[in-house]
């Protein structure tokens, strides 16, 4: 695959990047929700802009809203420098 840019907004390392934070997102707000039963998850989106370019990640949420994800934090515009 000469030419091809292994990173950047069209990088063949992007899609990877962006289902790795996916599931480790997805595992991390599991474990929230069952140490604080009876909070449940609810709902979920947000792009994230990174050095890969703009990666669409479901970012999840809790009924309670005091998730905050060590991965992503709340209201961070930039991750994966």
Do not use: W
């Amino acid at each position: 695959m000469e030419g091809d840019e292994l990173t950047g907004e069209n990088g063949i390392l992007t899609p990877l990047i962006q289902r790795l934070l996916q599931t480790s997102l997805d595992g991390e707000i599991q474990a929230y929700v069952d140490q604080n039963r009876p909070n449940r998850r609810n709902g979920k989106g947000k792009t994230v802009k990174s050095s890969q370019g703009l990666l669409g990640i479901d970012m999840p949420v809790d009924r309670d809203g005091s998730f905050n994800s060590q991965l992503l934090p709340k209201r961070a515009l930039e991750c994966l420098h």
